[in-house]
C-alpha cells in the first residue's frame, strides 16, 4: 500500500520518517480543521498522537485513543479509532505502508458534547476510510 494522494505524513514529524510503530496521515481539509482547534485540545490531541507514532495503540487509555469498532463498507472490514482532545474527535483506519502503520484522518468532530461518537461523523470517517484503502491499494 501506498499514502493516498492529498495526505501528508504530519506526526511524528512534518514529512519525516515514521516513528517506532508508524505515523499520522492528514489531508488539507483536516489538517486545517486541526490547526484551529483550542491550543490546549491540539496540545493533547499532538501528545497522543506522537505516543501512537512511537509506541502504538496498545497502552493508550480510551480518554487519548479509542476504538470505535469495524464497519464492513465495499467488501472490507474497516477499523475505526478515535484520537481525543478536550470535546474534540479526530477519527481514522490504519493501513501499513513500507510495513509501518500509517494512521489516515478520515473525519472530525470539533465540537463534541458528548462521549459516544456521533453516528454522522462514524458513518463519514467509515465511508472516507473506504474510499482511502482504494486509493492506497491501488
Known sequence: MKIPAGY?????????PPGQHGSVAFNGR??????????QARAQLEAAMK?????????????????????????KNIRIDTFKGWQVRFYGTTIEVNRKAVFLITEADLAKKQDAAMKTKLDNAVEVASMQIKKAEE
Open 8 to 16: 501528508t505524513i504530519r506526526f511524528p514529524s512534518e514529512g519525516g
Open 30 to 39: 483536516h489538517w486545517k480543521m486541526f490547526n484551529k482547534v483550542d491550543a
Open 51 to 75: 505516543t501512537w507514532c512511537r509506541f502504538g495503540p496498545m497502552d493508550m487509555p480510551d480518554s487519548k485513543f479509542k476504538f470505535e469498532g469495524r464497519h464492513r463498507k465495499g467488501g
